[in-house]
């Protein structure tokens, strides 16, 4: 499969504690982006990469929120302290740039994750 | 600030009918239009896109009308089938400004009833 793998497909956490995710960009994609989508609304973005470098940021991403995209592969999303409001389908996209006017995005399945 | 707004929220077609899902946009600065489409379980997919340098594209039964003055662009789909319904997002973003994010609307239901 050579589509955008992210991991875990869900996650149940408790109020408070921290949740780690995963993103494997399609591999000669140098672009990595990360959207928040809840019930009912569309993807809202939360970060994007370029290679390594972390280009933008919204101001969802409060300061509970970190993105790393070590090496230019693979990215993770970390969510520390996590509240109920942070409940939702964390998606992550990528792009090789100039695809992105022909192909736009490809996008991952998700990662749901519950706060209970 | 909602900068794109998507109507209707939902939208039930027969097979064989039109689907047509409106947006509007507030950003002068957007330059990129596309349109994704989303199964449950699924993360959205590309439709179809399209630049303020062109009023409409077509690629098969899916067509994008834009008008740049009103800022408003719609996606027309032809013959509507089953295995259209889904979930419909606009899209606006602006990377000729720099800026890569993609700004969606809320989305649109379509069912297409056999």
């Known amino acids: 499969d050579t589509g955008v793998s992210q991991n875990p497909r869900h996650k149940i956490t408790k109020r408070g504690q921290n949740v780690t995710f995963r993103c494997d960009p399609i591999?000669?994609?140098?672009?990595l982006y990360w959207y928040r989508q809840t019930l009912g609304q569309g993807p809202e973005f939360l970060t994007y990469?370029?290679?390594?470098?972390?280009?933008?940021k919204s101001r969802l991403l409060s300061d509970r929120f970190s993105a790393e995209r070590p090496k230019g592969s693979f990215s993770t999303l970390e969510i520390q302290r996590t509240e109920q409001g942070d409940s939702a389908m964390y998606l992550c996209?990528?792009?090789?740039?100039?695809?992105?006017?022909?192909?736009?995005?490809?996008f991952g399945s998700g990662t749901r994750l519950t706060v209970v | 600030q909602q900068q794109v707004k998507q109507s209707p929220q939902s939208l039930i077609v027969q097979k064989g009918g039109i689907s047509i899902i409106n947006c509007a946009y507030e950003?002068?600065?957007?330059?990129?239009f596309p349109w994704y489409q989303q199964f449950p379980g699924k993360g959205p997919a590309l439709l179809i896109a399209?630049?303020?340098?062109?009023s409409e594209k077509k690629e098969g039964r899916f067509t994008i009308s834009f008008n740049k003055s009103a800022k408003q662009f719609s996606l027309h789909i032809m013959d509507s089938q089953p295995g259209d319904s889904a979930t419909y997002f606009c899209?606006?973003?602006?990377?000729?400004?720099?800026?890569?994010?993609?700004?969606f609307g809320k989305g649109t239901k379509l069912t297409v009833n056999p």
């Open positions: 996209a990528s792009s090789s740039g100039q695809s992105a006017w022909n192909y736009g995005y490809t």
């Open positions: 591999s000669e994609h140098n672009r």
């Open positions: 990469f370029q290679n390594e470098a972390q280009l933008e």
């Open positions: 950003n002068t600065a957007f330059d990129y």
């Open positions: 399209i630049r303020p340098d062109v």
């Open positions: 899209a606006a973003s602006s990377p000729q400004g720099g800026s890569e994010k993609l700004v």
